[in-house]
């Protein structure tokens, strides 16, 4: 079956670091892929996806590349904020029978100022 | 403009009782879905529904029931409460993207 691996954390950085999150997953057909976020005490709401090998999902300032070859759909930013700290969820949804979403144990990302 | 909303957020309950997670939701999605979070696990499916009157089982479906009469709503039933239970719940609609509500923290004692 579908599965999403990524690592838990939690990850601390300083303000203004490098950012990346590795995510990496099994499908049997051709999944579209996302990037969550949960704020404290908040539900998941989406910060990017990509649909398709190749294509590059952005927003706010976070990217991630959807790379068939590698199964992997890593989430990078540039320059942290302390705003950032929140948990990261990676999922796939497969076009099989309902389209389930399979996500990640999400990773915690707590930024230092 | 309230998408997905949960009640209650908070509930405490004592080992046997039984009660009903509410979900609503103003998007016309066909498809809902009830999941558990816990630390170390992510989020685990326990049913989804892809329309009024359909309802199907995800990962983690024991001890809970769900019924699908409207579009707007999926309520979620814990039938006899276990500590096992105690957990934070996420309602969740469409799925690409899902649109998620804010939770409901329950704990059994």
């Known amino acids: 079956g579908d599965s999403v691996t990524q690592m838990e954390g939690p990850v601390t950085l300083s303000e203004e670091a490098f950012l990346t999150i590795n995510c990496t997953y099994t499908?049997?057909?051709?999944?579209?892929l996302f990037w969550y976020v949960q704020y404290p005490g908040e539900g998941l709401q989406l910060l990017l996806k990509?649909?398709?090998?190749?294509d590059k999902g952005s927003n706010k300032g976070f990217e991630a590349t959807y790379r068939k070859e590698t199964t992997s759909f890593h989430l990078e930013k540039g320059s942290v904020q302390v705003s950032d700290s929140a948990v990261y969820f990676c999922?796939?949804?497969?076009?099989?029978?309902?389209?389930?979403?399979?996500f990640g144990i999400g990773t915690k990302l707590q930024v230092i100022p | 403009n309230a998408g997905v909303t949960q009640t209650p957020k908070f509930q405490v309950l004592k080992t046997g009782q039984s009660m009903t997670l509410q979900c609503a939701q103003d998007?016309?999605?066909?498809?809902m879905s009830w999941y558990r979070q816990d630390p170390g696990m992510g989020l685990r499916l326990i049913h989804y529904?892809?329309?009024?009157?359909?309802?199907d089982q995800g990962e983690v479906p024991n001890g809970y029931n769900v019924s699908r009469s409207t579009t707007e709503d999926f309520p979620l039933r814990l039938l006899s409460a276990a500590p096992s239970q105690t957990s934070v719940y996420f309602c969740?609609?469409?799925?690409?993207?899902?649109?998620f509500g804010d939770g409901t923290r329950l704990s059994i004692l």
């Open positions: 999922a796939l949804s497969d076009f099989g029978g309902y389209q389930k979403v399979t």
């Open positions: 998007m016309n999605h066909e498809y």
């Open positions: 529904s892809v329309g009024a009157g359909i309802t």
């Open positions: 969740a609609t469409g799925n690409q993207p899902q649109h």
């Open positions: 990509a649909t398709k090998a190749d």
């Open positions: 499908a049997t057909g051709y999944p579209s």
